[in-house]
């Protein structure tokens, strides 16, 4: 059975960083056959594309929110994908998703929710004083 979970979520104050973690497992074709992206969804708001990588780890995109302060990448040997998040800020409070995508590659110019067909059940990040 295809899964990924996501881990390393928390409560920051603005300013701190936190990575977090994708792990895929049950992937039929490798899980280094899949781009992986983050989505996030803040209470209130639509689900946002903040990162996508490659399946090979190459061809990093960011959403313009993110660009500067996060950073994905990937380890296929273990199966994970991860994001550092720096300098975060109230605005990056979300529950955060990883999903992979079977049929598209990393989109340099938006990274769109209905490419992606696996989804984690995501992680929560709160960033508040």
């Known amino acids: 059975q295809l899964q990924l979970v996501e881990s390393g979520g928390g409560s920051v104050q603005p300013g701190e960083s936190l990575t977090l973690s994708c792990t895929g497992s049950?992937?039929?074709?490798?899980?280094?056959?899949?781009?992986i992206a983050w989505f996030r969804q803040a209470p209130g708001k639509e689900r946002e594309g903040v990162s996508c990588?490659?399946?090979?780890?190459?061809?990093?995109n960011y959403a313009d929110s993110t660009k500067g302060r996060f950073t994905i990448s990937r380890d296929n040997a273990k199966s994970t994908v991860y994001l550092q998040m720096n300098n975060l800020e109230p605005e990056d409070t979300a529950i955060y998703y990883c999903?992979?995508?079977?049929?598209?590659?990393?989109?340099?110019?938006?990274?769109?929710?209905?490419?992606?067909?696996?989804w984690g059940q995501g992680a929560q990040v709160i960033v508040s004083t």
């Open positions: 999903a992979a995508s079977t049929y598209y590659y990393c989109s340099a110019l938006d990274i769109k929710s209905h490419e992606y067909d696996y």
């Open positions: 049950g992937f039929r074709r490798g899980f280094d056959y899949y781009p």
């Open positions: 990588i490659g399946a090979s780890g190459g061809s990093p």
